[in-house]
DNA sequence: ACATATTTGCAATTATGTTGCAAATTTTAT
DNA sequence: ATAAAATTTGCAACATAATTGCAAATATGT
């Protein structure tokens, strides 16, 4: 079981240490995404501060996690499921945040729809995210 | 020409003060949207970092200004053109941010769109931010 | 002009993020 | 299996961003 994250680390060319299987165990098994605060947390005293931040900006970088940029604008983290290679990402799809429950949800299948701009702007990338209701928690 | 925003903040039924014609000043003749940062440039040693904090705050309420979620989860403000009431915001328009310049621009006039979710999910409010390079940038 | 209500600025506190460096751990080569 | 080289970690210090309580200052309604 581990021993496919393990791997993952391997094929990127990282090396296999405590906090970063730690870590990535997290987002196999988290619900949503989740915010630095939410691993430092979970890994209660276990991990330092910095070695999160400097194991998510890795993670980032080599294609394994990405960025969600919501409303409220924390910065929230998941599981790259396309095929996102180091230094370039393909995450082209709708995130949701869900208001009762704040989880945030990687809608993989959702892809953001082009939308036609005004003269003279040069789209590179497009970002969105829906606010509303999870399954689990529409009343 | 300042008689304008005095009745904006009245009719907002919010006092009228230095520090509030100023930033609210700020947002009129700002060529994009404004970071806490930028406001606090402007206003240099005039406005005191918390009063600007909390005139964003008490003018996000109001509806008088929407903020923004950027790619790079910084936090920018823009003056709400579409009818915004109080506690509850008409933004439902795409942003731009340009790569180069930095500057982040409010596509009034190019709506969000519609996206199918999955079985289950119920959508409240959609952002969507376009990152590239704005008219004045693309080469 | 005065009493009341609101807003401001200061100080203190908390949260968030970054950097340098020595110690610990992992990897590579033997 | 072991030692050297490379990488990663944790600590301390620092920088920035944001929040809160409270007294002084300012604005509003009569």
Redesign the pocket.
Same mark, same amino acid.
Do not use: W
């Given at each position: 079981m581990s021993e496919a994250i393990k791997d993952l680390? +391997?094929k990127n060319?990282?090396?296999?240490? @405590?906090? /970063?299987l730690q870590i990535l165990d997290m987002f196999y098994h988290a619900p949503g995404a989740l915010?630095?605060?939410d691993i430092e947390k979970k890994a209660s005293d +276990?991990? @330092?501060?910095?070695?999160i931040? /400097?194991?998510l900006?890795?993670f980032e970088e080599k294609g394994i996690i990405h960025t969600i940029p919501t409303a409220d604008?924390?910065?929230k983290y998941a599981l790259c499921k396309d095929r996102c290679e180091e230094g370039h990402h393909h995450d082209n799809h709708v995130h949701f945040v869900c208001d009762k429950c704040g989880k945030t949800i990687c809608l993989d299948d959702v892809h953001v729809p082009e939308v036609k701009l005004p003269k003279g702007f040069q789209p590179q990338q497009s970002n969105m995210v829906v606010n509303g209701f999870c399954s689990d928690c529409r009343s």
């Amino acid at each position: 079981m581990s021993e496919a994250i393990k791997d993952l680390l +391997k094929k990127n060319h990282m090396s296999v240490t @405590d906090s /970063r299987l730690q870590i990535l165990d997290m987002f196999y098994h988290a619900p949503g995404a989740l915010a630095h605060a939410d691993i430092e947390k979970k890994a209660s005293d +276990k991990i @330092d501060r910095v070695t999160i931040y /400097r194991t998510l900006q890795t993670f980032e970088e080599k294609g394994i996690i990405h960025t969600i940029p919501t409303a409220d604008n924390s910065v929230k983290y998941a599981l790259c499921k396309d095929r996102c290679e180091e230094g370039h990402h393909h995450d082209n799809h709708v995130h949701f945040v869900c208001d009762k429950c704040g989880k945030t949800i990687c809608l993989d299948d959702v892809h953001v729809p082009e939308v036609k701009l005004p003269k003279g702007f040069q789209p590179q990338q497009s970002n969105m995210v829906v606010n509303g209701f999870c399954s689990d928690c529409r009343s």
